[in-house]
């Protein structure tokens, strides 16, 4: 089991901006490529973006694209999920997952374990 405590989530107005944070606990966070993932209610939990393991490469779902960014900071052992120009569409529970692939077609989850996720509500 990968453990993952995500954090951040806030009312934000639409166009606003808002940074998550997921940080690992018991383990490197840089062996992994991590994943951002979202549910709202109601809906299907959908991949938003991710970052790799290796060469820090990210990927983003066509939704966020241009939007939301991406990072690592593995000193601290944290990953981000920078998000501006928000929109209700964005309004979800956010996620964080350990990946084994992160990659343009293909995301492989480490494990079955979910966090309790953080909740983002983007409304006037």
């Known amino acids: 089991q990968v453990q993952l405590v995500e954090s951040g989530g806030d009312l934000v107005q639409p166009g606003g901006s808002l940074r998550l944070s997921c940080v690992a606990s018991?383990?490197?966070?840089?062996?992994?490529?991590i994943g951002w993932f979202r549910q709202a209610p109601g809906l299907e939990r959908e991949g938003v973006s991710c970052?790799?393991?290796?060469?820090?490469?990210?990927y983003y779902s066509d939704s966020v694209k241009g939007r939301f960014t991406i990072s690592r900071d593995n000193a601290k052992n944290t990953v981000y999920l920078q998000m501006k120009n928000m929109n209700p569409e964005d309004t979800a529970v956010y996620y964080c997952t350990a990946l084994h692939l992160c990659s343009a077609d293909r995301w492989e989850k480490v494990d079955d374990y979910w966090g309790q996720g953080t909740q983002v509500t983007v409304s006037s």
């Open positions: 018991g383990f490197t966070l840089d062996y992994y490529s």
């Open positions: 970052i790799s393991r290796d060469d820090s490469s990210t």
